[in-house]
């Protein structure tokens, strides 16, 4: 089935927002094993979107449309599908009821423009939109499939898991079962990466193979296709082992993990608790790991020490060294680490130290940041790194680190039991 | 003129990248009085590659390509674009020099493919890409411009602004300036902006008017188009002066500021000094500020009292007062402004405490949040928020209203010297 994203409206035209659907889609689909040929962004323009749509529906099988289908004039994507198409938009009860309601609940009436948002096509699938006016709507003619999705995110992705996703695997052609499984790798680059296993990616048909790199993170998707999901994980087990001997000792975690998430979960098993110490990351490290749910099983707190003051009041660094090794050293970030971790009375201390830029700090060079890990009843250890890049990508690199850090000395622990 | 952008990349059609380079030169485009009407992303095959540059050629006067320039067999952009336009590619000596200057450097010889690079379009124009190995190219025939730049976002941005820019500009087909202002607003819902200033936004022309709203925040985009520089000002200045008059009381500043930014100035001007004691947001308010460089000028540090020892034992919260009114309390953000003030002993002192989610706390509703804005010599006050949305979207609203709260003090402490 060969499939189509058609984004609408003038605002992607003029950049004031980025397309982020048509990527969203495309993954979901590729997991239907749909394949998609083109994205078009297209302005809120009838004539240029009547010339979008003859020429999806005449090389495209499936063609989902996001945006242009709220109350305003400019909104033309209904109207213009079911001219190109030929098919009668007619009113929809249930979604006039929900309108009407929506209104009365504000104590207001409805503005007649309103209404459109209520029609659908003649003989069409419609999807409810619990989140907002316009409902989803979807139609086909001549072996070709039209579907209209609301663009707001906070309408689009809840109705696409809900209605259509279900609806795309109802009418796609295949009974092919797509599998994805994502390795996630730390401490390795991509070219490394591709160069250490280079045969395979080279050789790769069922499953796909492919590398993408951000922020010091590197992950390789394999994506299998088979007739059902067991001969799809047979087909990518051999790979996966193979990838696995290579360069297994550079993955920290598999498809949604994230290095946080496993070191608060590590955390938890293991009933310890986690207290850091920031300087050039600025809270960037405490954020991370309070970005996710349930991380206070885990995470006590820490202290943002951006000013030397707070280094030595708070956490007792002693100003000598602070004047004879400066705040950017391995000593400091031992000592910060030690610090954090007495002072909030944690297992474990984290601190990160360094320059984040875009100035030199203390004659040190943008980029050189110090970790430093106290552990109770342990030596506390600490880290140079030589960093790269703007910075914020020296502050999340300086953050991730810190987490693979913490994270590989908790695997330790774990094994050791 | 008439442009269109193209993505080349099945990278994009899979879902792995999102096309953020449209959105980009789509902004510089409009900057330079350039209409954009089609983006088209496109996967890395020769034959709807051809059908791609067939059409925009036949519709567009200008087409910018980026992506598929590298050496690999997938880079079809150039030859694509060379066969439809009739036009043959020829070596580039100083490309060509380059190639063999960065491959010499480590120690390497050129691998053959890797030649591909230094082809250029014959009696075209060569952008060079002093962060990569494929330059830049652009070639006009039959009135229509096709300009071929690199896909990473590394090399991309720096040609763009150095090279492609200045060309631009020495081939549209007009004089015309375009100028954008863009007003910041808080407090200040999009709904409630576009109604108060409604028949404004009707009646654009020149300048049009644009809102977006992005995480409580709402900003206005007016650009104007004219013969030059003061013209275009001067078209601005009465319609600007009728939004201010009308909601000038939410703008909270212009063009690039944030609110961190201008935080950080009020503090560094009035020579004032900042401490944060955070609990629901876990750092984020400190490494918003953070990541303003020079933030260190007016932010001492903070600390992140994630559990409720941390909220005793660093900021001297009494046990009783978290015990009877709870850590989410108007009490518990009184509390913690003032200890982390007098910790760090700085002249201002901001707290955070709350419910991010996704689950209640000390049976308090998900969204509810207290901010404490405590102050050198005088009395200390506190806020209640009611948010709504994801756990990141409450972090993200609560740390804009605290900073919003402390800006707005900010402003008074200087209108009253």
Known sequence: MRAELVAVGTELLLGQIVDTHSAFLSRELSQLGIDVYFHTSVGDNRDRLVAVVKRAVSRSDLVIFTGGLGPTEDDLTKETVAEVLGVPLVEHPPSVAVLERLFSDKGQTIPPSNYKQALVFEGGKVFPNPNGTAPGVAVSRNSVTCV???????????????????????????????????LRFFGIGESHLTERIGKLIQDQTNPTIAPLAKEGEVTLR??????????????????KEEILQSVGRFVYGEDDDTLEKLVISALREQGKRLAVAESCTGGLLAQTLTSVPGSSAGFQGGVVCY????????????????????????????????????RLNTDFGLSVTGVAGPDPVEEKPVGLVYLGLSERGEVTRAYRLDLGGS????QIRAVKQALYTLLERLKKGVAAK
Not at 222 to 239: F, H, N, R
Not at 310 to 332: I, N, Q, R, W
């Open 148 to 182: 209209l999705l609301p663009g707001p995110p906070t309408e689009l992705y809840p109705m696409y898991h809900a209605e259509v996703r279900p609806f795309l695997k109802s009418i796609r052609d295949t009974e092919e079962v797509v599998v994805s499984n994502v």
């Open 222 to 239: 394999l994506t299998a296709k088979a007739g059902d999901l067991q001969q799809a994980q047979e087909l990518m087990a051999p790979v």
């Open 307 to 342: 000013a030397n003051e707070v280094k030595t009041g708070m956490l007792g660094v002693p100003t000598e060294l602070l004047e004879t090794c400066g705040a950017v050293s391995m000593d400091s970030a031992l000592a910060l680490a030690e610090g954090v971790r007495s």
């Open 391 to 394: 910075r914020e990508k020296i």
